[in-house]
């Protein structure tokens, strides 16, 4: 069973304010992901890091940042929420194996008044 | 350009029937497949993988089937239980290019109706 665990589960929060996500695995994964989720959409990819100090922009842009300073945190920052951050934001996780599944945690569904 | 495709929104299955979704992809340099479960509120759970040199890949009562040259992929459930109704999405990643993003289709809806 993967080990990955994302806080807070629930997030309300006003237009500007500054809000981090926090992700963390404790199985060693050098690979992390944060996918962005709307109801009936796919999982889009927004940022990346393939191991400490490595962090890549994914295919959807996003207001979003990312920092990976420990191989087992990786959190997303959002500097000034909006209400079209509204969305279920997925962290994930990865060995360095070939071939290896993802590992989500259960979400963040973070909600912008 | 969406490069995984699931193009039955949902799904209705008796229970102890076969369930059978599907997914299309446009990238021949895919050469990883997963099959994704995900109930309300929760993250994707990993079901089933099949790398592109596999046809086949069975694992208890689910099978993934590949056909590369049709770039398409399906997962069989044998028996369908009302457990198994969630929203499944299936993704693609090439880990040959040494990106290793995994791209996930929209999700189909399976219900499993008792």
């Known amino acids: 069973e993967a080990d990955i665990y994302q806080t807070p589960r629930y997030l309300v929060i006003g237009t500007g304010k500054k809000i981090t996500l926090e992700c963390s695995q404790t199985?060693?994964?050098?690979?992390m992901y944060w996918y962005q989720q709307d109801p009936g959409m796919e999982l889009h990819l927004i940022h990346y890091s393939y191991g400490v100090n490595s962090t890549e922009k994914g295919d959807l842009s996003s207001e979003s940042t990312v920092s990976r300073i420990r191989t087992e945190h990786f959190p997303l920052t959002l500097e000034s929420a909006r209400p079209s951050h509204t969305s279920q934001y997925l962290c994930?996780?990865?060995?360095?194996?070939?071939?290896?599944?993802?590992?989500f945690g259960n979400g963040t569904r973070l909600t912008v008044t | 350009d969406q490069q995984v495709k699931q193009n039955s929104p949902s799904l209705s299955v008796q229970e102890g029937r076969i369930s059978i979704l599907n997914c299309d992809y446009t990238?021949?340099?895919?050469?990883?497949f997963l099959w994704y479960k995900k109930y309300p509120a929760e993250g994707p759970t990993f079901l089933i993988s099949i790398s592109s040199i596999k046809d086949k890949n069975e694992d208890g009562r689910f099978t993934v089937f590949l056909n590369k040259s049709a770039k398409h992929l399906s997962l069989h459930i044998v028996p369908s239980q009302p457990g198994d109704s969630a929203v499944y999405f299936c993704?693609?990643?090439?880990?040959?290019?040494?990106?290793?993003?995994?791209?996930f289709g929209t999700g189909t809806r399976l219900k499993v109706l008792a």
């Open positions: 990238n021949s340099m895919f050469d990883y």
């Open positions: 199985m060693g994964h050098d690979k």
């Open positions: 993704a693609a990643s090439d880990w040959s290019s040494g990106t290793y993003k995994y791209i």
């Open positions: 994930a996780s990865s060995e360095s194996l070939y071939n290896s599944p993802l590992h």
